[in-house]
């Protein structure tokens, strides 16, 4: 059971914003779908949802064709930034309205989840904030009860206090029933512990699709003084340096060699997912 894309490709005009992408999310999983502005994330996120349509390519959920599939469609909901309701709607009554094409919406934990919050049910949606757009559509996310949540940047606006509670109703709704969620954000330090495989996208192309622990098991880092670093690294496979003044940390493949000459007053450590999304799509 899974959603599978075989080779989507999407344009817009002379920018090609998927190509050829060939991803799988299997169920009950929580994925972390990564890139830089621009890589294609939503637009994936978008075909997934049938809010816009591939050029080319398909893509499955559960084995059965997912595009203008009501019955695939149905498993699927997408967190964008997007609001989809009437602005004069309030949130109370969106609650109910999204039953209407989700039956098996949870109404009474969504309002729970509006006291914990904090969000007033009688506002409407033209009177929320940013961030009480995005936590109404979180509530929705974790209230549907469909095995795959997409979540789009899903804590834009969010303060910290809000951004902890949300991963930890995240977490727990997780446990108690798992189900798959993609969750793309720029915000990968918060949310490393939270993902188990990661998929990095880079200019419209799934570069890396692993577990998390896999990963980062890859490599290692190494920092210290700049001439020692340059000196250990040399003819090992690195992906980037970073230089403050003048010490260096190197992100490197392959397993730490600490007995070598090289190594003595070198500092070593374990591979960090944000440091190394960032030496995969720097270039």
Same mark, same amino acid.
């Given at each position: 059971?899974?959603?599978?894309?075989?080779?989507?490709?999407?344009?817009?005009?002379?920018?090609?914003?998927?190509?050829?992408?060939?991803?799988?999310?299997?169920? %009950?999983?929580? @994925?972390? #779908? =990564?890139?830089?502005?621009?890589? $294609?994330?939503?637009?994936?996120?978008?075909? !997934?949802?049938? /809010?816009?349509?591939?050029?080319?390519?398909?893509?499955?959920?559960?084995?059965?064709?997912?595009?203008?599939?009501?019955?695939?469609?149905?498993?699927?909901?997408?967190?964008?930034?997007?609001?989809?309701?009437?602005?004069?709607?309030?949130?109370?009554?969106?609650?109910?309205?999204?039953?209407?094409?989700?039956?098996?919406?949870?109404?009474?934990?969504?309002?729970?989840?509006?006291?914990?919050?904090?969000?007033?049910?009688?506002?409407?949606?033209?009177?929320?904030?940013?961030?009480?757009?995005?936590?109404?559509?979180?509530?929705?996310?974790?209230?549907? %009860?469909?095995? @795959?949540? #997409? =979540?789009?940047?899903?804590?834009? $606006?969010?303060?910290?206090?809000?951004?902890? !509670?949300?991963? /930890?109703?995240?977490?727990?709704?997780?446990?108690?029933?798992?189900?798959?969620?993609?969750?793309?954000?720029?915000?990968?330090?918060?949310?490393?512990?939270?993902?188990?495989?990661?998929?990095?996208?880079?200019?419209?192309?799934?570069?890396?699709?692993?577990?998390?622990?896999?990963?980062?098991?890859?490599?290692?880092?190494?920092?210290?003084?700049?001439?020692?670093?340059?000196?250990?690294?040399?003819?090992?496979?690195?992906?980037?340096?970073?230089?403050?003044?003048?010490?260096?940390?190197?992100?490197?493949?392959?397993?730490?060699?600490?007995?070598?000459?090289?190594?003595?007053?070198?500092?070593?450590?374990?591979?960090?997912?944000?440091?190394?999304?960032?030496?995969?799509?720097?270039?």
């Amino acid at each position: 059971m899974a959603i599978q894309t075989d080779k989507i490709c999407k344009s817009f005009g002379n920018v090609q914003a998927l190509k050829g992408v060939s991803v799988s999310f299997e169920e %009950n999983k929580i @994925y972390g #779908l =990564l890139g830089r502005n621009g890589a $294609g994330k939503s637009t994936l996120l978008n075909v !997934l949802a049938n /809010r816009m349509f591939a050029d080319s390519g398909s893509f499955t959920v559960d084995g059965e064709p997912g595009g203008e599939n009501d019955r695939a469609q149905s498993k699927l909901f997408l967190m964008s930034e997007q609001t989809l309701h009437p602005e004069g709607m309030r949130v109370g009554k969106a609650f109910q309205w999204t039953q209407a094409f989700y039956p098996s919406f949870d109404q009474g934990y969504a309002l729970r989840l509006a006291g914990e919050f904090q969000l007033d049910t009688h506002t409407k949606m033209s009177g929320l904030s940013t961030g009480y757009r995005s936590i109404f559509k979180l509530i929705l996310g974790l209230s549907v %009860n469909v095995p @795959y949540v #997409l =979540l789009d940047e899903p804590v834009l $606006g969010l303060d910290a206090n809000h951004r902890e !509670l949300f991963y /930890r109703r995240l977490l727990e709704k997780y446990a108690e029933n798992p189900f798959t969620v993609v969750l793309s954000t720029h915000l990968i330090e918060e949310v490393a512990d939270l993902i188990e495989d990661v998929v990095i996208i880079k200019a419209g192309t799934v570069i890396r699709q692993e577990s998390r622990e896999s990963l980062l098991s890859q490599g290692y880092t190494v920092s210290g003084g700049a001439g020692a670093v340059e000196a250990y690294i040399q003819g090992r496979q690195v992906l980037g340096v970073d230089a403050l003044g003048g010490l260096r940390t190197a992100y490197v493949l392959g397993e730490a060699d600490k007995t070598a000459q090289s190594a003595k007053d070198l500092e070593f450590g374990a591979m960090d997912l944000q440091k190394l999304f960032i030496q995969l799509t720097n270039s």
